[in-house]
């Protein structure tokens, strides 16, 4: 803005003044501008930028995506590329060379749940001397789906038999439980289970027989969850399914669906999926 203040200022002082050196003076900063402005459009020109989002995205927490910027000009590098992101912060990209992709983390805010478009993104440079700043936009039409933000829960809404956390032994035969019994190696057990002591004392290999521990299963019901509202009910759910989806097989009662147990983060991130859309029917 200073530099077409001042080109402005010299303009009306070489017409004024009749004087040809002023004039030299301003066609030399009209000619450099539009040098430059060139210079910078073309800088941001055939950049195309994506976002590559995490698994996990949850409500009011920053999460944090993968920015891709790629230059599609064949022999041009672009300098000094700042990208904005809608609803997270400026990334600022040195160089990237022509025919090549750069990567950089974004971290980016959602503050609903559920499918949310990416949005916006702004392509900008000062290049190549600052005066001016070039930019331009590109929407990036695809979704995202926004978990609802945990919040810690005690109860998982089921009564006081599904509240019990722990595990309970089953007698069958497993290598997790308790140590119940040794009998003599029948040739199927693993090597580990032999018990040393017990068969350097006979002239028989003794094995440890173990019973097997299974977790109870988790069902969570939205229903019975405390919260004053269906969003903080969603986000005790989203707390509970964080909470144990490493260590027990977890289900979801929502109304009148049921989400089947599980196990494994391929199911808590469905789980969490459901929780997303909840209510978005």
């Known amino acids: 803005m200073l530099y077409v203040l001042i080109t402005l200022l010299i303009g009306f002082a070489a017409v004024n003044t009749g004087n040809n050196l002023l004039f030299l003076v301003v066609s030399g900063l009209l000619a450099f501008m539009s040098v430059t402005g060139l210079a910078g459009m073309y800088n941001i020109k055939k950049l195309i930028p994506d976002l590559h989002p995490p698994e996990e995205i949850y409500v009011g927490t920053p999460a944090t995506f993968s920015l891709s910027v790629k230059n599609s000009k064949h022999f041009l590098p672009s300098f000094i590329i700042q990208v904005e992101c809608q609803g997270g912060q400026t990334v600022v990209v040195p160089l990237v ?17 559920g499918e949310v478009l990416l949005g916006l993104i702004t392509i900008s440079s000062p290049y190549p001397v600052g005066f001016f700043t070039r930019y331009w936009r590109i929407e990036i039409d695809r979704k995202v789906t926004v978990f609802p933000a945990p919040i810690a829960s005690d109860s998982v809404g089921g009564g006081e038999g599904t509240q019990a956390v722990g595990v309970s032994l089953r007698r069958e035969r497993g290598l997790s439980g308790e140590l119940e019994r040794i009998y003599p190696y029948s040739g199927s057990e693993p090597l580990r289970m032999i018990h040393w002591k017990h068969s350097a004392r006979s002239h028989d290999l003794l094995v440890k027989g173990f019973g097997m521990n299974v977790v109870v299963p988790l069902v969570i019901e939205l229903d019975g969850l405390p919260g004053y509202g269906v969003e903080e009910k969603l986000s005790r759910a989203a707390w509970l399914v964080q909470r144990w989806w490493r260590n027990r097989p977890i289900g979801l009662h929502l109304g009148g669906r049921i989400v089947a147990v599980g196990t494994g983060k391929r199911h808590a991130l469905l789980l969490l ?8 029917d």
């Open 97 to 113: 060379t022509p025919n090549s992709v750069c990567d950089a983390p974004v971290q980016i805010t959602f503050h609903q749940r």
């Open 273 to 280: 999926r459901e929780l997303a859309l909840y209510g978005s």
